[in-house]
Structures are given as C-alpha cells and as structure tokens.
C-alpha cells in the first residue's frame, strides 16, 4: 500500500526535474533574508512557485495524505516568498503530523519567523529558544540572538535582551543586521547603568549609518529628558532638544523623534513649537495615540476643550485601551461638569491593560456617582463650554476624517491608494488649520493639568490622582510621569528598536505590547486574540531587522493588515477534534484570528475567534493535534513526558538531521562498546550536552495538576515535627519524612533545644564581636503587610516587587538593626500615649488600612552573608556539626557535597540579618535541591511555600521579582502551605518547593541547601539544568560535573538513581568523542591539562553553559588563571576554524572509559559511599 502510495507521489512530480528536486531539497528557513526572491533570485523564485504549485496539487489529489516532510517544506517555501498565512498553514499541518516535529531545527525556526512577523513575541520566543536548545551551533544562531534580543527589550526584560544581543555580536556568521545596529541596541540596554558614554562613544565611530545615528541621538535625547539622575532639568532638557535636532536632520522622517521634540517643547513651556513638532509627527506616523493625546493636553492647557476632545478621542480611537487618555478625556468631561461622561471614560481606562492606578480610579467613580444620585453636582459656571456627548463625540471632524482614513486599510490596494491620494490634501491642510492653536487666557473652572511632560491631573473636590505611565511598556506616552524615571526609561523600548534598520528613512511609531503579546495573566486565552489584535497601526518588528529596499512584503502597517486579514483558509481549524484546542496548538490557535478594525464597539468585548473567522471560504477541519507538541504552555516537563507514539508517515528529508536516536545505545554495554557504536552515529537534532532522553522534546512548563484541588484543601495544615530530645533528631524516620515528596515543606520545632545548639552564636552581638567588617550585601525593600504587596504609594495591589542591591558591613548593619529597634519601640511608646489600645481595637485589618493610605516606607534586609570561611568562623561551623547527617551543610548524603568545590550558599552556610518586612521574594533553590533554615531570633518569620507540582502555574503568572497575591493563588486553585518559624525552629523545604519569606521581627537566619541521594532529587536537578539550558540561565550546580564525581564516589541501588547517572555519563562520554573526532579531523590536537584540587566546574564565558572536559581558550588568554572558558559552538562563532584557540583536555578518555565502567548497580539496600571529594 505504501509502495503504491509511492509511485501515485512520483507521478504528481512531472514538472519537477531531478536536478531542480535536488535544488529544492536544499532550500529551508534558514535561507530567509539571505535569498531575496523578490530582488535578485527571480531564478531560484520560479522555481520555489512551480514547486509550491506542484506540492498544492499533490497535496490535494491526496486528500492532505502525504509525507509530513511535504507540508514542512511547502512551509519553508511559503516563507521565503513571504507568504506568511500560507507558511503558517504548512508548518501548522506538518506539527499535527510529525510527532518529533522539535528535532526539526529548520521547521522551528521557520516557525519562529513567521510568530516574529505576526508579532506573536510569546511565541516566537518559545520556537527560538527551541531552536537554541536542540542545536546550538544552528548555521541562523545569530539570527536567532538578535530577535530574540528585540523582543526581550520590548518585553522590557533588558537582562535577557542585552545578553542575547552581546551573543550575536560575538558571532562571526553572517547576519541581516550590522553589527553598528546591534551595537546600538546594546547601548539603549546600556542605560540602565551607563547609556550615555554608550550613546556618545558609538557616535564617534566614523562612516556611521545614518539609521543608526538618527537612531543613537534619538535615544540620547530621550535618556536626558526622562532620567533625572543625569543633571538638572532645564540643562538637561536644553541637551535633549540638541540630539533630537540632530536625529531629525539625519532622519528628518521619524515621527518618533518629532514626537519627543514636542515633549521636551512642551516641558519647557515653548508650546508653539510643540504643535509644531506633533503637527510633524502626526505627519510623519499618524496612526499614534501617545501623540493625539499629547495633543490634547496641550489644547487642554491652552483652555480649547473641543479641541482637546477631538485630538483624545483621536487617541483612543487609534488605541482603544490607552488608559492615560481616557484618564484625560475623564479629566476633561469633569471639568466641564458632565459627570456621565466623565464615569464612561474612567471606566474605560480602569479596563484598559496599562492602568496603574484602579483603585483610585475606582474611587473617584464612585464619588462621582454618590454626587450625582445625591443630586448635589454643581451647576455648571457660566464660562465652561459644554461638550459633546462621547457617544457623539467619534463622528465630530477630526476624529471623523481620522476614522476614513484608517478605514483605507481595509480598500483594495490600488483603490487605497488612490483614495489616500486624494484627500492627502485636504488633510494636511486641516492638519495645519487644526494644529494653529488659539491662545486664551486660563479659566478657573477649566481642568488645570500639569506640562506635557508630566501626568495631566486628575483634578476634584476628594484629590488628586496622577495619571498613569504608558498603556504599555513598549510605547512612549505623553503621560509619563517625570518622577517616574525607571518607567519613564521604559517608554523608549520599542522606540529604539523601531528607528533601526527602517526601510528606506520610514518611521515606525511604537505601539502598545499589549496588541501584540498576552501578558502572563491571560494565558489561559488563545492566540487568536494576539493576532486578532494586530490592526493597521501596530508596526512589524520584523520590519526593523529588514536592509533592503522597500517592498510591499517588507513594510507598512497597512499591508500588515491585509496579510493578517487573508490569512490561508486552511490554517483556520473550524471543527476541532477531541485531543486538539486553541490552547494546546499556538499554530491552529493563532489562525482562527483575522483582526476588525479598532472602533468603540471594543469596549464591549472582543470578538470570539469564531466570529472573527474568514468568511470567504468554509475551512477544511484542522488534524488533530497532539497535545505534548507545538510550543504549548500544556506540554510536559521532559522527564516527566512519556514518549510520544510515532504516527502517520514519516519523511526525512535530506537537510534534515538524521533520525537515528543514540538513546537506542543501551547503557549497559561496557565504554567501548559504547564508543564504538557511536563512532556511526551523528547528530540526532538534540543539544550537544543535553544529559536528557533523546525521546523527551525541550523542556516545557508542566501543566498544573489534574483534577484541581477544591477549595477548602487550598490552605493546607504545614507538616510538623516536634522534637523533645537530642534522640528524635537523629531518628531515621525523621529524614525518610522531610525527604518524602509528598511533603512540600517540614517545621521542625525545638531542634535547637533539643540539640543544645548555642544560637548565640549566630546572634548579632556575637557576629559583631567575631567580624564587625565582613561583608553584607544589603536589598532595600519596601516594608509591606506579610500576605500583600502594593507599590511604594500605596495605592496598588501587584506581583512585582524590588528590591535596591548595595553592601555594607556587619558592624554598620547591626546598628541599623538596633536603630530600628529603638524606633519602633519609640513609635510604640507615642501610640500609648496618645491612646490606650484597647482589647477589642482591630489589628492586621486596621493596620493594613494604615498602610494603604500613604507611602510605604523603606527598610533594609541584610542577606547572603558567607559564613564558610572556618579560620573566621570556627565555632559556628562547629555548631552547625550538631545537626542530624542529613540537614548538615557538608555529609556523604549530600549529593552537594560531591561538587568537589565551593557554591557559595549553597554547599556552605549563608547568614541573614533582619528587621520586620525583610522579604526573600518567591522563588526556587538552584536547580531545586532542597534547603535547610534555622531561626536564630529572637523576632519569627512568616513562611508560604507551594508544592513543587505547581511551579509551572507559577511561573506563569510573575516575572522577574515577584511577591505572589494569595488570592490570585486561591482562584488559580494553587494550593499554598503557610506557617510561622519561631527561634530554634528549622525550616526543611524539598526538592523544587516554591516558596516566600517575611520577618515579622528582629531575627537572624542561617541557611545553605542539601542534595539528597534520591532518584527524585536527581531527576528534578537535571530537569531544572536543561530547563536554565532553554532559558539561556546559567545552572548554579554544574550537574555533568557532578554526575562523574558521584559515579567515582558512590554505589548506588536505587534503579532508577543508577540509570539516570548512567545515561549522563552515556551523553557526555560520547559528545567528548565526537568533539575529539571533529578537531582530529580538522588537523586540531587536544593539550592534556589535569584538573587541580578544589578547581571549579568551567563554564562559557559567552553562553554560560557547562563546559566538561574539553575546554576551548584562547591563546592569548592561555596564561590566565582560572581559564576563560568557550564551548565548542561559541568558539566556532568566534573562529569557524579554531585557529585561535587551543584546546586542553581535562581528563583522559581512557579515565573517563574506566569511571564509566566501573559504576554500577549494587544488590544491597543503601548507598555506598566510597569518599566525599570537597
């Protein structure tokens, strides 16, 4: 049957030559934005239409039944004819049908483009990092890095974007980006520390692109005018102008830097330039709402409230969840005493994403309703001018004329074109009528609203609420606040991107993230809303990577509109079958979408995917799609997924990695074996030192578990142990308890008691006497209620929490600790005074009610002080000795204790000084060993840990440093453990517990991790090392290293310990031949240089993985002690051919043969331990 099928393909290629099979064979993603089929590749374009033409034609006399390799293909081609819809249906069609469609590098990567275009950055991101993952020495690596880079700044993560541009930089492949282009990304990242001798010095560079100089004084000029650490206002300001003067003549089209002209113009008071500057802006980029409110706000100052009207409902009728102007536009019905309107807008703006102040918004509504149930508004005074009705606000002029022509996008080209055409001119001439301000003097009823540069007023009788930072991080609002400078640093994200590489001098505006990407909190919707939501003036972020000239495929926000609006009928899934959903497949979920132009009906709600379905066809039913595949938040964790079945056929193409999976090498053979059968084998797609099943695909987000908990078993009892004697502590049962996964966290109180442990030793007298000038590292936080987070006003609920990093000393901490103390004390002493408390007064409710009404105060938290040095710390060391063998900081039991070199905080002991509030944000121990705490006192700390199972739903909902919201927790059905430590207690948290921390008083911690020697712990560490792996994070335990010291020092008879150890030596016992076979082949001979004593695990300086064995320095950094250390992909990045580079060689592979042998599976029922390396 097969064999038929076969012969039916050959004859559905009659066009098709061997030669140009051959050729297209060849042809993948990789190739996009190398070969420009639309400028010079008209030849290899012919041919890429006749194949697709050929494929379409196969495809259908099939019935869809072909080779999943075809419609991958069909994809790449698609693609390279920027075809997107078209590409994204073939690649969806070939993820349904390729069940280890993610060893395919060339289908992700062509996968991620086509998110890229779309704006799809969740995404794109997770297809990158895949593409990293599986092969990191992928022939488009840098391609990768630099958008990746690109998103992560929109995305405002600036760690993660300037690490991956630096990775571009470094690679000397070629790229559709300069390297001056990217050198500007790294100086915007820069300023957040030190931007402006970044901007300066890439200006001094000679025969500078006049993009990228436009570009670097655009951000410049920004940078003074927003970041008031930089000098005094009015000079700043002054030197913020001069750049965007000088952006302007190198790119006189920007409208972005036109815009913040206008900014700085209005700051300073010169309002009639100004409305110059957005008069240009507008003319440049009219589709931006920061700039129509600006507008407005300057029509505002000038007392012309109509004309402040139209130019905000211009705003949010270009983005109708811009929450600062309808925080204006509120401001403004308000001080024209039209209360209705004034609710309508404040509403709207409490619904819009970027709103940072509901609650106080929520406020003012309400007052406003209580004023007009109550009947006591004011009469309106004689000089307010009514306005209209917002209802009736949208058809005046110029939101009306605004309206027509963002409604050209949806015209056929020629016919759009021709329409713009003719009312250019009038238009432009009512731009300039419009933009000729009529200066009055100031009324006393009109809305009195601070500079442009400022956050206009939200201006009553019960105060004032500052409006609000941009509607979204990637978009530079007029209602930034100046004092905000962190978010007013923000603004300028996309801005920086979108002045780099423009075709042709065209100007991108930047546009609000949340058109683009769901924030973590609406995951759960399908992406189908993402893509719903590109309209006609989100710019293409893949259009600022393009050097070419212009195209219809390459730029304008109105053909992003018409290729979004015609996406395939194929890709749109209209049956679903029973193992497929929006969720799970991010390809079919994004098809169902065609976006509808922005207009008020938004505000009722979006549409469903349903009705937002092409029409112009009735779809095919989409393929099931496997549940595990895709780049789905549902997929497994890679250990914890069973392979998946092999179904339908099976192609590999001759691009395409070899199929043959080296896991069929089994692990039991001896290392000759081994090497032998691996000398045949290549590369199976997977990362070069991935230690995890070949089976398994990259590590995803584990689904939470199912079914969900109920309510009432949310807030489980902590497991608890009270010790009475020395003789409970060392009780083996007492280990097989904290170390059982089932327990998520273990209190067990009167340890210290019933050890006898002198905690005086710990106390802050002693420390003082013992090291008064150690070392304290010192977060400065805001001190918060235990079980909430607000931002410092107060006003807020939120994840996000900072914390400020400085350093002191113990001496200089412990009178800061005693000065608290004593004002505390003071504070308490004054409250009595003026009032006795009485026995029925409210505490935590009334308190937390204290807190929200003004700013929080700050305090400092001293953390992460290293106690591991015995000459300066004997006698706590000593202490710490009394502890049972599996709680202590150094034991044979320790899988820690077999690093073979120091991890500061984790195999040795960290200190913790402390005052009421002091927060350790959620999180994780590295590479989820567990932890042991002890409360030294005399004040307790409140704890909240989350089982490990439900770390993905975590991760999900924060990012970055975050203190979780208990409520959210409880309606995600997150089940959370929560507990008070009093002194003497020890806290025992497992293997992968999530888990946050308060002082509730004065008190001291001392903690460090311990590594059980359990099947359990180990699985978890190596799932939490390749997950870092995917992330681009480097892993704290170097867990290849350690798996060799553990099969020197330990017999195991656990099973499953045994076979996963083994396996890690499998991996990285035949990568290490592989390397040695490629230099060998290349003329490269390895230098034999033996490990030292204590000598740390090596890891790259560039990518941060682990480097075993095989260290790659170069030459003229040979002499360097420790090594800087390269993988062999980064060094091939750096010298294709190595020239620079010597390679030295750290074990013997006739060592490592005879470590691997020798490790083996023992009959008894414990682990044997040979020596503890340290």
């Given at each position: ?249 190198a790119d006189p089209k920007s409208g972005q ?126 000089k307010s001018k009514m306005l209209p009705f ?714 941060e993985v682990e480097v075993f064995n095989l ?64």
């Amino acid at each position: 049957m097969a064999a038929g099928k076969a012969s039916e393909a050959e004859e559905d290629f009659p066009t098709l030559t061997a030669q140009e099979r051959d050729t297209l064979a060849a042809i993948d993603s990789s190739l996009f934005g190398f070969q420009k089929l639309h400028e010079d590749g008209a030849r290899t374009k012919a041919l890429v239409l006749k194949a697709v033409r050929c494929y379409d034609a196969l495809i259908l006399k099939a019935e869809g039944k072909v080779e999943p390799e075809l419609f991958c293909q069909l994809g790449h081609f698609n693609l390279l004819l920027e075809d997107y819809p078209k590409a994204l249906s073939a690649y969806q069609r070939y993820y349904s049908l390729q069940t280890d469609y993610w060893k395919n590098a060339a289908f992700l990567y062509g996968l991620g483009m086509v998110y890229f275009h779309y704006n799809a950055f969740q995404w794109a991101i997770k297809a990158f990092q895949e593409v990293l993952y599986i092969d990191a020495g992928f022939s488009r690596a840098k391609e990768i890095h630099l958008r990746l880079g690109l998103m992560f700044k929109v995305n405002t993560d600036y760690e993660s974007s300037l690490k991956h541009f630096q990775l571009a930089l470094i690679d000397s492949n070629p790229c559709t980006l300069s390297k001056a282009e990217s050198k500007c990304n790294i100086s915007y990242l820069f300023s957040l520390y030190s931007a402006k001798e970044a901007y300066e010095a890439l200006l001094q560079t000679e025969d500078l692109p006049a993009r990228v100089k436009a570009t670097t004084l655009q951000q410049l000029g920004w940078m003074h005018h927003t970041v008031e650490q930089l000098g005094e206002r009015s000079s700043r300001d002054t030197y913020a102008i001069q750049c965007l003067q000088k952006s302007l003549e190198a790119d006189p089209k920007s409208g972005q830097s036109w815009y913040f002209l206008g900014r700085c113009y209005s700051s300073i008071g010169k309002v009639q330039d100004a409305f110059v500057s957005y008069r240009q802006s507008i003319d440049k980029s009219e589709a931006s709402a920061d700039t129509w409110c600006s507008i407005g706000v300057l029509y505002q100052q000038q007392n012309q409230p109509m004309d402040a009207l139209q130019a905000y409902i211009c705003a949010v009728q270009l983005d109708h969840s811009h929450a600062a102007a309808w925080m204006d536009l509120g401001t403004l019905y308000e001080s024209c005493h039209q209360p209705h309107d004034a609710i309508k807008c404040y509403i709207n703006a409490t619904r819009s994403k970027g709103c940072s102040n509901t609650a106080a918004l929520t406020h003012r509504i309400k007052c406003l309703q209580a004023q007009l149930s109550n009947a006591q508004l004011s009469s309106p005074q004689g000089k307010s001018k009514m306005l209209p009705f917002i209802e009736e606000a949208w058809s005046l002029p110029i939101p009306a004329e605004l309206t027509s022509r963002q409604g050209a996008s949806s015209v056929p080209p020629q016919v759009r074109e021709a329409s713009i055409n003719h009312s250019l001119l009038s238009f432009a001439q009512w731009l300039r009528e419009v933009f000729t301000p009529r200066f009055v003097a100031h009324s006393t009823d009109t809305a009195s609203t601070t500079t442009a540069s400022s956050s206009p007023a939200l201006q009553s009788n019960n105060g004032n609420i500052s409006n609000h930072l941009p509607t979204s991080p990637a978009s530079a609002t007029t209602s930034a606040s100046n004092a905000a400078t962190k978010d007013a640093t923000k603004t300028t994200t996309t801005a920086a991107a979108a002045a780099v590489s423009q075709n042709n001098g065209e100007d991108a505006a930047p546009s609000p993230l949340a058109n683009h990407v769901q924030e973590a909190s609406d995951k759960a919707k399908t992406l189908s809303e993402t893509a719903g939501s590109l309209s006609a003036d989100n710019p293409k972020l893949s259009s600022l990577l393009a050097d070419g000239k212009d195209s219809e495929n390459s730029t304008g926000s109105q053909d992003l509109n018409k290729r979004v609006n015609n996406i395939h009928p194929a890709v749109t899934p209209s049956t679903p079958q029973a193992h497929s959903s929006a969720a799970s497949s991010p390809i079919s979920a994004m098809s169902t979408a065609t976006p509808s132009p922005k207009s008020t009906d938004q505000a009722a709600g979006a549409q469903s995917p349903a009705t937002r379905s092409s029409n112009a066809n009735p779809a095919p039913p989409a393929p099931a799609v496997n549940g595990k595949g895709g780049i789905s938040e549902d997929s497994q964790s890679p250990m914890k997924a069973d392979p998946p079945a092999v179904t339908g056929l099976k192609a590999t193409p001759p691009h395409a990695h070899s199929s043959n999976s080296s896991s069929s090498i089994s692990i039991y053979p001896s290392s000759t074996d081994v090497l032998k059968a691996c000398r045949n084998l290549g590369k199976n797609g997977l990362s070069n030192s991935s230690i995890l099943l070949d089976k398994c695909p990259p590590p995803r987000l584990p689904p939470a578990p199912n079914p969900a908990l109920p309510k009432d078993k949310l807030n489980p009892p902590t497991p608890s142990i009270y010790l009475e004697n020395k003789r409970d502590a060392f009780f083996p049962p007492l280990h097989q308890f904290c170390t059982n996964p089932s327990n998520p966290v273990t209190v067990i109180r009167g340890l210290a008691g019933a050890l006898k442990l002198d905690l005086g030793l710990f106390s802050t007298k002693t420390l003082v006497e013992a090291n008064p000038e150690h070392l304290v590292e010192v977060w400065t936080q805001l001190s918060q209620p235990a079980d909430e987070n607000w931002d410092q006003p107060g006003t807020k609920k939120m994840w996000r929490c900072e914390s400020g990093r400085g350093h002191t000393t113990i001496a200089k901490y412990a009178q800061y600790q005693a000065a608290s103390f004593q004002e505390s004390l003071r504070e308490e002493n004054e409250k009595k005074a003026l009032k006795e408390p009485s026995d029925t007064e409210p505490t935590s409710a009334d308190s937390v009610a204290r807190k929200r009404r003004g700013p929080l105060k700050y305090i400092k938290f001293g953390t992460n002080i290293d106690v591991s040095d015995e000459k300066k710390w004997k006698q706590q060391l000593q202490e710490l000795s009394k502890l049972p063998a599996f709680a202590r900081v150094v034991s044979a039991g320790n899988l820690l204790s077999h690093v073979g070199h120091t991890i500061l905080g984790m195999n040795t002991a960290q200190l913790y000084m402390k005052v009421p509030g002091s927060r350790i944000p959620g999180h994780q121990e590295h590479n989820n060993f567990c932890a042991v705490n002890i409360n030294i006192g005399p004040g307790d700390c409140e704890w909240f840990a989350v089982p490990e199972p439900y770390w993905g739903e975590q991760h999900q909902l924060p990012d970055g440093s975050w203190w979780p919201n208990l409520e959210d927790l409880y309606e995600a059905d997150v089940p959370v453990y929560r507990f008070i430590q009093r002194p003497g207690d020890l806290v025992w948290l497992n293997t992968g517990t999530v888990h946050w921390v308060q002082a509730i008083g004065w008190c001291n911690n001392i903690a460090w991790n311990v590594g059980p020697l359990t099947a359990h712990q180990y699985k978890l560490a190596v799932e939490r090392y390749e997950w870092n792996k995917l992330q681009s994070v480097k892993s704290m335990v170097p867990m290849v290293h350690l798996s060799w010291n553990m099969a020197r020092n330990i017999k195991v008879s656990d099973h499953k310990l045994y076979e996963m150890i083994k396996y890690c030596l499998l991996r990285t016992l035949k990568q290490c031949q592989w390397v040695k076979e490629a230099l060998a082949a290349a003329g490269k001979e390895t230098v034999l240089s033996p490990r030292s004593r204590d000598e740390a695990a090596h890891y790259c300086t560039i990518c941060e993985v682990e480097v075993f064995n095989l260290l790659f320095v170069r030459r003229e950094l040979l002499s360097k002690v420790p090594p800087v250390v390269h993988c062999q992909d980064c060094a091939r990045k750096g010298s294709s051919t190595l020239d620079d580079f010597v390679v030295l060689e750290q074990y013997r592979m006739d060592d490592l043969m005879h470590i691997y042998d020798h490790f083996t599976l023992v009959r008894c029922s414990c682990v044997q331990i040979f020596h503890c390396t340290r």
